[in-house]
């Protein structure tokens, strides 16, 4: 009679364990291809955080004489370019070490 119960039981836990096993797998492949894509957008920062720094000394090196601050329409559109480079400073890529 024990073996009557017993193997029901046995059925359904090994159903579930199945069943369970396929749901990790599944979560787990999302994982990594989640992963996948963050490296990506992380590398993608990266490059746009070097853009930012060459082209902050490069205005640095264009202003040293002072050239550009007229009044004229070029000296406007360089004012301009500075306070764009202003708000692309502020914006720093913390390094993230993945594991």
Known sequence: MEAI???PIIS???VLVVILGFI???LLRKVEKSEDILLGYLDYLDKIDVVIKLSHEKLKQL???GSFR???E???FFEG?????KVLDNFQIQ???IK
């Open 81 to 85: 370019i500075k306070q764009i480079q």
């Open 95 to 97: 390094q993230i070490k």
């Open 5 to 7: 119960i017993i193997i």
């Open 74 to 76: 070029v000296g406007f």
């Open 12 to 14: 359904v836990l090994s």
């Open 70 to 72: 007229s009044d004229d």
């Open 24 to 26: 990790v797998y599944n």
């Open 63 to 65: 202003d040293i004489k």
